[in-house]
T-cell receptor, first 110, second 111 residues
């Protein structure tokens, strides 16, 4: 099956710093989503981004489907950005079933 | 606001005692999913419903079953919970060619 790898696995930032999270996938995909899982376990949809670039406030994402990777940028990080960031892909098999990446655990300290 | 609601938020059950988790949605999405997430792991798909059509993942244990009586509700039944079934259970919905929306999850403890 498709493999989805994220890097780095863990990241510690000082408040105000910028960061880039990466997601690599091993096969063609229909779509890609980025999620933030907060400390209470809620998965929040950040971006639905099969290709191109999108921005939402301090967050932006870029997916280059032909090269099988996506990037999530966090600027001016805040303590509330802490949690686990997952990318998830929909396999190119004609039906949407999300396959999650390995996750990046982010801790933003004050 | 349209949303996906899971109840209860926390569930404690005894080893071997059947337990049911519930999920409801006001999004009118045609697809509903159940994911299992163990500590420090990514969510893993157990099964999904495309309208009324049930689809089981090949490696989902027989101990897990699901029901979808109508578009809005979906249930996860664990027939005989073991200690290894302790996890966060996440319900999600989507529509054709649309993104996923997740509920806040039910954290299951087996004692």
């Amino acid at each position: 099956g498709i493999q989805v790898e994220q890097s780095p696995p863990d990241l510690i930032l000082q408040e105000g710093a910028n960061s880039t999270l990466r997601c690599n996938f091993s096969d063609s995909v229909n779509n890609l989503q980025w999620f933030h899982q907060n400390p209470w376990g809620q998965l929040i949809n950040l971006f639905y981004i099969p290709s191109g670039t999108k921005q939402n406030g301090r967050l932006s994402a870029t997916t280059v489907a032909t090269e099988r990777y996506s990037l999530l940028y966090i600027s001016s990080s805040q303590t509330t950005d802490s949690g686990v960031y997952f990318c998830a892909v929909e396999r190119d098999t004609g039906f949407q079933k999300l396959v999650f990446g390995t996750g990046t655990r982010l801790l933003v300290s004050p | 606001d349209a949303m996906v609601i899971q109840n209860p938020r926390y569930q404690v059950t005894q080893f071997g005692k059947p337990v049911t988790l519930s999920c409801s949605q006001t999004l009118n999405h045609n697809v509903m999913y159940w994911y299992q997430q163990k500590s420090s792991q990514a969510p893993k798909l157990l099964f999904h419903y495309y309208d009324k059509d049930f689809n089981n993942e090949a490696d989902t244990p027989d101990n897990f079953q699901s029901r979808r009586p109508n578009t809005s509700f979906c249930f996860l039944d664990i027939r005989s919970p073991g200690l290894g079934d302790a996890a966060m259970y996440l319900c999600a919905t989507s529509r054709d060619m649309g993104g996923y929306t997740f509920g806040s999850g039910t954290r299951l403890t087996v004692v």
